[in-house]
């Protein structure tokens, strides 16, 4: 059986996949092994503006007050303000009730610990086999709920708090809000800031939250900011923990661009940890040669924000994130924060006065092409163990010359290898890609 968590929560279509009775069991058996059976526990919880978001609420805090914890409501708000409201409440964890990018239908329940940190794999294992067994938790107590009336309110004064420009009058800033949990509070905090603010797709209905907007639907944004001749154009996701920009010209600005971009203004502050930014495997290769030019290091790890956020805290590292736009400000938040991200941005092109294309610059983009070889389910990790794929993917790697790369990485959860190459030339890249393609399909068929 695939296991119920998956790289970021539980997730699936609403009232088919995720049930009013898993998101019960969740609350309840994720409250007591988080806690750890803790008595007059507080856990928060909060959710986007999907409209199945209110019924998984009431399931979820349903099955938490089962096991005597009480709650906290938050309302539609950003997962990483659930992160800093935890410790800002000194809550003993919180909830989030979001799908993040993902269609309206799809729901998702995620959960942070006491120090505003994702679960780690054993944990969630755990939880996972509590529901499978339906293990009996004793318990003669009954929690209570209450709504946190000035939760969006503490986020905004946060926000406002990281950085040293005192107002951003002069900028011009357009905003994607995704109809999703940023809708209020993003363009909210950037008028107190001074900039002025364009705000689309801040309208939510329920229905309507990542459709043709937000991180993963640019055209809208690029073409607005043209429109309205903005300095910058900020894009959020469905619960705001990842932030995509665009510059004045229209061009995309991803989270690689932003992580050079920040961590060279932090780095010439002399604060950025061990000078090092934290990136995955999944970063082009222009971020690398980008960090290096400008006296800075990089570590990769595996896909996922968590894993990116684990090496932060075991290296003591401060920035890290991920090309989808997932940034960890670790002096700030224990989580992607797409409205701290945004604001970290627009005090750079405060402080240095240059716009966002010239500060895009730093990074040049390197050609990318991704294919999926599909290969026997049983036979996918061993790719490296086949002579012919190893000694082909090495005979690529040194024709790049240190201009290019392989990366092979099986799915996670499909038959299939993804083949990823970056270098200088398109057509070459194209070919090679297909090429490695049919020698993975026909070394490695059932």
């Known amino acids: 059986m695939a296991r119920l968590f998956g790289t970021d929560g539980v997730r699936g279509i609403a009232n088919e996949e995720l049930t009013i009775e898993l998101a019960m069991q969740l609350g309840k058996y994720g409250a007591y092994a988080i806690t750890q059976g803790k008595k007059e526990a507080t856990i928060l919880v909060g959710m986007d503006t999907r409209i199945s978001g209110n019924m998984l609420e009431n399931a979820l805090i349903a099955g938490i007050l089962s096991t005597g914890c009480h709650v906290k409501r938050l309302g539609v708000i950003p997962t990483p303000a659930v992160a800093k409201l935890i410790r800002t409440l000194g809550a003993d964890a919180g909830v989030m009730i979001s799908a993040s990018h993902n269609p309206a239908q799809f729901n998702g329940i995620k959960f942070f610990n006491e120090k505003g940190f994702k679960l780690k794999d054993a944990l969630e294992d755990e939880i996972e086999k509590m529901i499978k067994d339906h293990v009996q938790i004793p318990n003669t107590v009954i929690g209570t709920v209450s709504d946190y009336e000035h939760a969006k309110e503490d986020y905004i004064n946060y926000i406002l708090k990281t950085i040293d420009s005192e107002n951003f009058q002069g900028l011009k800033v357009a905003v994607d809000c995704a109809n999703g949990a940023a809708y209020e509070v993003g363009p909210y905090a950037l008028n107190e800031l001074g900039a002025k603010v364009y705000p689309i797709h801040h309208d939510p209905d329920g229905l309507n939250i ?135 941005l627009l005090d750079v092109m405060k402080q240095t006065g240059k716009k966002l294309s010239e500060l895009a610059r730093m990074m040049t983009v390197y050609p990318q092409v991704l294919k999926n070889a599909k290969v026997a389910n049983t036979l996918k990790h061993d790719y490296m163990n086949n002579v012919k794929i190893a000694q082909r993917i090495k005979e690529v790697e040194t024709a790049f010359h240190g201009n290019g790369r392989v990366l092979i990485r099986p799915s996670g959860t499909e038959p299939l290898v993804r083949v990823m190459i970056e270098g200088e030339n398109q057509n070459m890249l194209d070919e090679v890609a297909t090429e490695l393609v049919t020698l993975i399909e026909s070394e490695l068929h059932v």
């Open 210 to 344: 990542n459709e043709d907007c937000g991180s993963t639907h640019l055209d809208h944004l690029k073409q607005y900011v043209k429109t309205i001749n903005a300095d910058i154009g900020l894009a959020f996701d469905g619960d705001a923990d990842r932030l995509l920009a665009i510059d004045e010209e229209g061009q995309l600005v991803d989270g690689d661009k932003i992580m050079v971009i920040c961590g060279h203004y932090i780095n010439q502050k002399q604060a950025l940890a061990n000078q090092t930014i934290v990136a995955t495997v999944m970063s082009n290769l222009g971020f690398d040669k980008a960090v290096e030019s400008h006296d800075m290091k990089h570590i990769k790890t595996k896909v996922g924000d968590r894993y990116v956020l684990e090496e932060m805290v075991s290296g003591g590292y401060g920035l890290g994130g991920e090309q989808s736009g997932h940034i960890i400000f670790l002096e700030h938040n224990t989580t992607g924060d797409g409205l701290l991200t945004a604001v970290q």
